[in-house]
DNA sequence: TCGGTAGATGACTGTTTAGTCAAGTTCGAG
DNA sequence: CTCGAACTTGACTAAACAGTCATCTACCGA
């Protein structure tokens, strides 16, 4: 009966119940019971709670990664990144509402900005994965000033400005359980770029 | 010796707890210690841990409140209102940051965040400041329409938007400990907002 | 001087927490 | 079949947790 997947839905286990509450609200046991799998097996395969929700948010980064991967792929003209990444985020928050029954914004961002103060495992990871996400925005925005359809300026702290909205938006939407608010995102991430509207695709 | 002020320590140290780690962090034990406050004492004030942050919020806001009336002072042209809102933000994290030695972010933002999955007397409470907040920027971006300072459009929208930009600044200053990003705010709320920069003071 | 009350105290309860461990079971490779 | 490794189990610990309570103290008005 018992396959070696017992591992895996701790994991998943551990997502849910985090991401549908919080770090600090989610017990071992809690995690356990969700993942029908007894205390002893949990210490087996993981050295602590910190190290299963590490592992979580690897894991979890892992499934959005390769979606990243192509929104931002580089063969896309860079504004043409931003655009498909705007549309992405209700549309796969509308996922997740569907999923959980609530908006529940960003994982790892949601855990990392509740553990940054207490310098653990947990809050390095977090943080680890929020500048990854980032660095995607960076390098569309470099890009895009590269090719001239973003003026020039400093495109780190463009994409520090428009991850904050970003990231702001998915808190919000979360805590209102409001996608609307994450369909807005296009528009108003465009003016704070300085750009009136999405790009045109002339020719 | 001991005057009627152990109430008013337990509220200061459940304020610099809870803000500078987080509400799920810190223990009833913790804040007692802090405030030098017996448990039973505790107990004579405040019905529960919940009880205590209630109040704990609730004293935080009564403190910004009064700053944020005469910053959004209806007799203060709307836009100006902004300008000044948007530089208080940074100036008032460089407050914090000297004082606990980190950017902070908001206080009820923070907890909000953090608590809302579950529907406590604590989220009731972070939300409704946190709403609180919202409509002083509806408010200004309502009346800076209704002057034309600034083009229509929804202001309940717009200010979501703009929100969810200010919350997300802080929320990643408090991450990152990073002052310079929220001195961007003003640059990148007035673009959001579709200006090209602050509003001119002619004549 | 007296009595009442607001506040202080520390020992207490019962529960939940993370984490341990010795003794199992299962199963595939040799 | 046999052995060892991977995995499972439930009972266990020690600490931390929120919350209780009877008793004590200090002060203030009558």
């Known amino acids: 009966m018992s396959r070696g997947d017992a591992r895996d839905r701790l994991i998943q286990a ?39 929700v590490v592992t979580a948010l690897d894991t979890h980064w892992g499934t959005r990664r390769p979606v990243l991967d192509e929104i931002f792929s580089a063969s896309r003209p860079p504004l043409e990144r931003l655009q498909r990444y705007f549309a992405h985020i209700s549309e ?16 790892h961002h949601a855990v990392g900005s509740e553990c940054v103060q207490k310098p653990t495992a947990v809050a390095a990871k977090a943080q680890e994965l929020s500048l990854a996400l980032r660095r ?17 300026g400093d495109p780190v702290a463009a994409a520090k400005s428009l991850f904050a909205f970003v990231t702001g938006a998915l808190t919000q939407a979360r805590v209102h359980d409001d996608l609307e608010l ?11 770029l300085g750009m009136a509207g999405p790009p045109q695709r002339s020719t």
Request: aromatic share 12%; glycine share 8%.
């Open 14 to 52: 551990a997502i849910d119940l985090i991401w549908t509450s919080s770090y600090g609200a989610v017990s071992v046991d809690a995690i356990c019971e969700r993942a029908q799998v007894r205390k002893g097996s949990f210490y087996h395969f993981f050295a602590s709670k910190d190290d299963l």
């Open 92 to 107: 796969r928050q509308a996922e997740v509402r569907a999923q959980y029954g609530r908006v529940l914004g960003c994982f």
């Open 136 to 152: 995607y925005l960076e390098t569309a925005l470099r890009d895009a000033q590269a090719e001239g359809a973003l003026p020039p």
């Open 182 to 192: 994450l369909r807005q995102i296009p528009r108003t991430g465009w003016l704070a």
